[in-house]
């Protein structure tokens, strides 16, 4: 059985193709308008209509609460489904397409009023499908035209609450067990998890980017999707806070 979603605010193909990259989720394509999305163990279709991602499917015996985060990520928005009463509010982006609908359904909505004993003329059928999408968008409070989604970062940058000598925060770090890597462009990596392969097999402990300037510990970049879990790495290295 299929689902159908659709996402909650626009986002293009390009910038689904980054924020899958960033967040280590494989896409490939199928054709020219599918991209299968694969994570957990769990693959998600997207379709794409003039390089926008317009909706999603679960084509397969997948988990469908998986699908949809799936899907989320991609896009870094919320999605619907097809069974949610809000999907008809977000199905149409801006008022051209309401009315491209709106005169797509014009036959089945005369047909439906004839059945139920009253008469339509065709722009009557128009004027009361653009209504009904109308009064739905307003029920779920969606704009006139779907906003933006918001990119993806790739890090989010700390910094410590008070200074820490870089003598002190390898020393910090080695009591912590938590391993470094030297860049040759003076930034340091530091991670509960190995670093190189010297070290041992990598694994998904968050790693985290330190700045030194001066001597001093400056600041840390720690990737986005790592940045709720990265705190006990940044306090172990300077044993304070950071903001």
């Known amino acids: 059985m299929t689902t159908y979603y659709i996402p909650k605010r626009r986002c293009t193909l390009e910038q689904a193709q980054k924020n899958s990259e960033i967040r280590g989720i494989k896409v490939s394509t199928g054709d020219a308008s599918q991209f299968w999305c694969e994570h957990f163990g769990c693959k998600a279709s997207i379709s794409v209509e003039g390089g926008w991602v317009r909706g999603g499917s679960n084509r397969g015996a997948y988990d469908d609460d998986t699908v949809k985060f799936i899907l989320?990520?991609?896009?870094?928005?919320?999605?619907?489904?097809?069974?949610?009463?809000?999907?008809?509010?977000?199905?149409?982006?801006?008022?051209?397409?309401?009315?491209?609908?709106?005169?797509?359904?014009?036959?089945?909505?005369?047909?439906?009023?004839?059945?139920?004993?009253?008469?339509?003329?065709?722009?009557?059928?128009?004027?009361?499908?653009?209504?009904y999408e109308l009064s739905e968008r307003m029920r779920f409070d969606v704009d006139d035209m779907l906003p933006l989604a918001v990119p993806v970062k790739e890090f989010e940058l700390y910094a410590p609450t008070k200074p820490c000598r870089l003598e002190e925060a390898l020393e910090n770090a080695e009591q912590a067990g938590v391993f470094t890597d030297f860049h040759?462009?003076?930034?340091?990596?530091?991670s509960f998890g190995p670093l190189t392969d010297e070290q041992g097999p990598v694994t998904s402990e968050p790693v985290i980017t330190a700045v030194v300037e001066g001597g001093f510990i400056k600041d840390a970049a720690v990737y986005e999707w790592a940045a709720l879990c990265s705190d006990k790495t940044l306090q172990a290295i300077t044993k304070c806070e950071w903001y």
């Open 72 to 131: 989320s990520l991609v896009t870094n928005c919320d999605w619907v489904d097809e069974h949610d009463d809000a999907f008809h509010a977000y199905l149409n982006w801006n008022a051209k397409e309401r009315l491209e609908s709106a005169e797509e359904a014009t036959e089945d909505i005369i047909k439906n009023a004839e059945m139920e004993g009253y008469v339509l003329t065709e722009q009557e059928a128009v004027n009361d499908e653009l209504h």
């Open 184 to 190: 040759r462009s003076g930034k340091i990596d530091f």
